[in-house]
């Protein structure tokens, strides 16, 4: 059992941010009232992180992650389920890269 | 079993209601036990040691930006890359904004001492949950700590068998381990799909990303992606 210091640096940054993110918004509320143009611009950010993030990593990965993402979407949308999702995603990719694409 | 919410408005904390908080999170938990084993593996497979992968998930308590963080692994060791770390951590959970702000009419009637350390415990499902008995009247905020604190247990526990898991695979490529975060925040995507109208600033901030990643180096496309997806939110009227 060991730690690097600089990730342990890393990982206390990563816990003051994030700790700092919960406590704001309920901080925030107190002195002053969310505007409406705020609530949305909260409101449309998760789904934009997620766009934000997947699509370059998609396209720097190829086509198997590009397929192993549409699978896991397809799969959460006709189930509902995220476990379910995210497995086939995984298989997906093993399977197209088994097939030798990479 | 389940608890009565007492009369009245102000917030209040009971053994009972940290119980039933457990129990209401339990539908959630093989999930979270999944993905908590997941990072486990992934941690194992970009080099961190089991130390710093338990400290990570007790201390961050954060799946989105955990699985980001190891994506970023091997360029963030320099103090610039902890800088981007820290802001790209920080994007990627602005959304706990929202979800406390929401909270300010519940835990606001509490002492702070109360209040502020159980922010710690927000998760999305706990949160989701917490929200669901607010509005059916209760007030008991062990509901939202409880489940939080099952969940944390649960998230730093399944880290373990994960890691040692992980680092016996040494080809990750070949069981399509590496895909694991991407397709975790497709599936998270699907459930907020809300008409095409909602994921303009989707296609914004995909495309803006992608644009960023191809010309500045690092991961600076997922702030950059993410504020103007953000954004355009803002500036687009909802009908």
Redesign the interface.
């Known amino acids: 059992?060991?730690?690097?210091p600089?990730?342990?640096?890393?990982?206390?940054?990563?816990?003051?941010?994030?700790?700092?993110?919960?406590?704001?918004?309920?901080w925030?509320?107190?002195h002053v009232p969310?505007t409406l143009?705020?609530?949305?611009?909260?409101?449309?950010?998760?789904?934009?992180?997620?766009?934000?993030?997947?699509?370059?990593?998609?396209?720097?990965?190829g086509l198997?992650?590009t397929i192993?993402?549409a699978a896991?979407?397809a799969a959460?949308?006709w189930r509902?389920n995220?476990?379910l999702?995210?497995a086939?995603?995984?298989?997906?990719?093993?399977l197209v890269?088994?097939a030798g694409i990479p | 079993m389940t608890v009565a919410p007492k009369e009245g408005r102000a917030a209040y904390f009971s053994l009972a209601g940290l119980v039933e908080g457990a129990r209401l999170a339990a539908p959630v938990m093989?999930?979270m036990v999944?993905?908590g084993a997941?990072f486990g593996a992934l941690a194992a497979q970009k080099g961190?040691?089991?130390?710093?992968a338990v400290?990570?998930s007790s201390?961050?308590?954060?799946g989105?930006?955990?699985f980001?963080?190891l994506?970023m692994w091997s360029d963030?060791?320099?103090l610039g890359?902890?800088v981007t770390?820290?802001l790209v951590?920080?994007?990627?959970?602005?959304?706990?904004?929202?979800?406390?702000?929401?909270?300010?009419p519940w835990?606001?009637s509490l002492p702070a001492w109360q209040?502020?350390p159980s922010?710690?415990t927000?998760t999305d499902p706990g949160w989701l949950i917490a929200m669901h008995y607010h509005s059916k009247g209760g007030r008991d905020a062990s509901i939202l700590v409880g489940g939080g604190l099952a969940f944390w247990l649960l998230w730093i526990a399944s880290c373990v068998p994960g890691y040692l898991l992980g680092a016996m695979v040494t080809d990750p490529?070949?069981?399509?381990?590496?895909?694991?975060?991407?397709?975790?925040?497709?599936?998270?995507?699907?459930?907020?799909w809300r008409g095409a109208r909602?994921?303009i600033?989707?296609?914004?901030?995909?495309a803006?990303?992608?644009l960023?990643?191809a010309i500045v180096p690092g991961w600076w496309?997922?702030i950059?992606?993410?504020?103007?997806?953000?954004?355009?939110?803002?500036?687009?009227d909802?009908r």
Do not use: C
């Open positions: 059992m060991s730690a690097d600089m990730a342990l640096l890393a990982i206390f940054v990563m816990a003051t941010m994030n700790y700092l993110m919960r406590a704001a918004g309920f925030v509320m107190a969310l143009r705020m609530r949305r611009m909260l409101e449309a950010l998760p789904g934009s992180i997620v766009a934000a993030t997947v699509l370059p990593i998609a396209a720097k990965g198997a992650a192993a993402l896991a979407a959460m949308a509902g995220s476990f999702g995210v086939a995603g995984v298989a997906a990719a093993a890269r088994a | 093989p999930g999944i993905f997941a961190l040691t089991l130390l710093e400290l990570m201390l961050v308590y954060a989105a930006s955990q980001v963080a994506e963030i060791l320099t890359g902890i770390l820290g951590t920080a994007t990627v959970n602005m959304r706990f904004i929202l979800m406390t702000a929401a909270l300010r835990f606001g209040s502020y922010l710690f927000i490529k070949r069981f399509g381990l590496d895909v694991i975060m991407p397709t975790f925040f497709v599936v998270m995507l699907v459930p907020m909602a994921a600033p989707w296609a914004i901030a995909g803006v990303a992608l960023v990643a496309f997922i950059v992606g993410a504020i103007a997806g953000s954004v355009a939110g803002g500036f687009i909802e």
